[in-house]
């Protein structure tokens, strides 16, 4: 097994009705492309970044910061590419 | 602590736990089950979730089709979040470990994620909640198939609260354990309203979404006489309104004191209070308040009821249990008064444009002439019990009453042949409750032996409004001129021939009204059992002069508002003879 590698970014949630579900399935799809495990945390809420469930749960409304973490080998791009999803509104700015 | 403000429907206050109908559509018992059940559960519970994902699937190809993407959208996200592995996980942990049914722990869960989203102050994300409530009931379906619990056995006293109330759930509904409603939409005189009242239970109505913001199993306060909600109340408004319950029960009590009094105004004029009444069991709670005879016996619920329609047997045991209830008393029964907002499950899937003007009530049975004839042959046969008067609802013409007497004397002909004891004599009368029919009151008194004005249907249809619908509710209102004028031309056309006139409406059990009626000239009033001791409080309390006097000024009136005000006035300066 390759390094473990434990990649974190913190990003504030763009656009207007925060992660619903469009965004969330967006970020589940891309969050499964790699082998790294995501959890996202929200205030005290924690969510497996796999799991549209806990996503949802974390209710985070625009402005709120989410942090992405990662851990596995290909940690650094996991987080790279969901940073950039987030940070581009999910396509709805 | 939120309180909400809706519209009175019925007074009184209830406090106790709140059971959401949308939410908890499915009552989920809470039982623990034993080890060996576990794997049994949870192949119950995958069953589910791949059923219910199935049905996602198709909802959202649909969607996709006929919504656009937009719509489609919220189906395939349920359709994941069904899917979710850590959905599975933890329901079956709670199965497991806390050996709950698979229903139970999977309502739960569903549960415990929509308390959170209840304090999200985003309004678009917090409307997510209710996706979660159709996940939920979706999957509980399939959980439970068809063992579902549902409201009509509830074990525990409940305040119900839910987007609306059918009659026929209403009636379902087991009247022990219901303390009170709290609605979404209605108005005073929706037929969940009446029921509500006629039951005596408290309810506000037109409340918007508080189906949404009210959580199952949190104590609720229902001020049915101010059309208040408050849910999660602090100590301060729970002492405050536990004081009011006991003052409303000790009026009560007071009220029913009233039940041997007569009602006779205090000039020595006697009127005759009678009760409105829907299923047998309520006719002895009718003459406890101290009812004359039933004014109105409603039909309809036997056939809201049931999936099917009743036998000529059921219905038969019904109406022989009300006259039998009566005694001596005189019952008139109405024919069947089905269509507009009381659709039977046998009516089937034709729906009228403007139901109210469609093929309902009298009309409906003219044209099913069968299921019409086996429901006067019950009617009929339990004639020979006592003092019966059959009534004719929804009249407009005079040849829907001609066709509606021959129907009958087909089916005295019947029973003449097969030897089945009716009685021959029984009066044939018709309800006013169409414009058309008021004004021709004079000449239908040449054809029916008596008249009752139902005032809810005048109403709505002198002034075209629909009393369910809350955009246009304010518009509605009894004391309007025009259906004033309407009710006083029927009373003078009946009193002319000394034909026999009641008014049913929900006008005759309210207070403000009494002394006006009886100024028109009435002196029969049918209402909700319940309201009987206090109209009979009012009438004892007023005299026949001074209600001549009220009539004459009020029909010189030319606004609703200026009716209203002057019969508020009037009310609040009776001095009830027994006040303490």
């Known amino acids: 097994m390759g390094a473990r590698v434990v990649v974190e970014r913190e990003i504030a949630i763009p656009n207007k009705e925060g992660l619903h579900f469009r965004p969330i399935m967006q970020f589940v799809d891309i969050a499964q492309r790699f082998h790294a495990g995501v959890t996202v945390h929200c205030e005290d809420r924690r969510a497996d970044g796999r799991s549209p469930m806990e996503m949802l749960m974390l209710v985070a409304t625009h402005g709120t910061k989410v942090r992405v973490v990662a851990e596995g080998a290909d940690a650094q791009e996991c987080v790279a590419a969901l940073a950039g999803l987030v940070e581009s509104g999910f396509g709805e700015l | ?580």
């Open chain 2, 1 to 580: 602590m939120i309180t909400k403000k809706g519209i009175n429907a019925s007074p009184g206050v209830a406090i106790g736990p709140a059971f959401v109908l949308d939410t908890e559509e499915y009552r989920i018992p809470q039982r623990t089950i034993d080890p060996a059940q576990i794997p049994a559960q949870v192949r119950n519970l995958d069953a589910a979730l791949a059923a219910s994902r199935q049905e996602v699937a198709e909802l959202r190809a649909a969607a996709a089709r006929k919504l656009g993407d937009e719509t489609a959208v919220i189906f395939a996200f349920h359709e994941q979040f069904i899917a979710d592995p850590k959905l599975r996980t933890s329901v079956v942990d709670a199965i497991e470990q806390q050996r709950h049914t698979a229903a139970y722990a999977f309502a739960q869960i569903m549960n415990q994620r929509q308390r959170l989203f209840r304090n999200v102050p985003d309004p678009y994300l917090k409307e997510r909640v209710r996706d979660l409530f159709d996940i939920e009931r979706r999957v509980l379906r399939h959980i439970l198939g068809r063992a579902r619990e549902d409201v009509a056995r509830l074990t525990d006293p409940v305040i119900i609260v839910a987007e609306d109330i059918t009659p026929s759930q209403a009636i379902s509904l087991d009247r022990r354990h219901v303390l009170g409603f709290a609605i979404n939409v209605g108005g005073q005189t929706s037929h969940m309203a009446i029921i509500a009242r006629m039951l005596g239970i408290p309810a506000v109505v037109a409340l918007g979404d508080v189906t949404a913001d009210i959580l199952g199993g949190e104590t609720l306060i229902i001020d049915g006489s101010n059309g208040i909600v408050i849910a999660d109340p602090d100590a301060e408004s729970l002492a405050r309104y536990q004081a009011q319950q006991h003052e409303y029960e000790r009026l009560t009590t007071r009220l029913r004191a009233l039940r041997d009094q007569p009602a006779i105004t205090r000039d020595g004029v006697p009127a005759q209070l009678l009760a409105n009444i829907e299923v047998p069991e309520e006719a002895r709670i009718a003459f406890e308040f101290g009812a004359e005879g039933i004014g109105l016996y409603r039909t309809e619920l036997l056939f809201l009821s049931s999936p099917r329609p009743p036998t000529e047997e059921q219905q038969y045991e019904a109406f022989r249990a009300v006259m039998r209830a009566a005694g001596d008393h005189p019952v008139i029964i109405r024919t069947l008064d089905l269509g507009a907002d009381k659709l039977a499950p046998t009516m089937g899937g034709q729906h009228d444009h403007n139901p109210a003007l469609g093929l309902r009530s009298l009309r409906y049975c003219l044209l099913h002439l069968d299921m019409f004839k086996v429901h006067l042959r019950a009617i009929l046969r339990a004639s020979v019990e006592g003092d019966m008067r059959i009534m004719f609802p929804m009249i407009a013409t005079l040849m829907e009453l001609r066709q509606a007497k021959t129907t009958l004397a087909d089916v005295k002909e019947d029973l003449e042949e097969e030897g089945i004891p009716f009685r021959r004599d029984v009066p044939v009368g018709i309800m006013i409750e169409t414009p058309a029919a008021a004004m021709l009151a004079s000449i239908f008194t040449r054809e029916a032996g008596f008249l009752s004005i139902g005032t809810n249907d005048l109403t709505q249809y002198t002034l075209a409004v629909d009393r369910a619908n809350e955009r246009v509710a304010h518009l509605y209102s009894a004391h309007n001129p025009a259906v004033i004028r309407l009710i006083h031309q029927v009373i003078r056309a009946a009193r002319r021939r000394d034909v026999p006139v009641t008014l049913c409406g929900e006008m005759a059990g309210t207070p403000i009204y009494c002394q006006l009626l009886l100024g028109l000239g009435l002196q029969r009033l049918s209402m909700a059992p319940a309201n009987i001791p206090l109209i009979k409080g009012v009438i004892r309390s007023t005299t026949m002069e001074h209600c001549q006097a009220i009539a004459r000024k009020v029909m010189q009136f030319d606004g609703d508002r200026q009716v209203l005000n002057y019969l508020r006035d009037e009310f609040r300066g009776l001095d009830p003879e027994d006040e303490t």
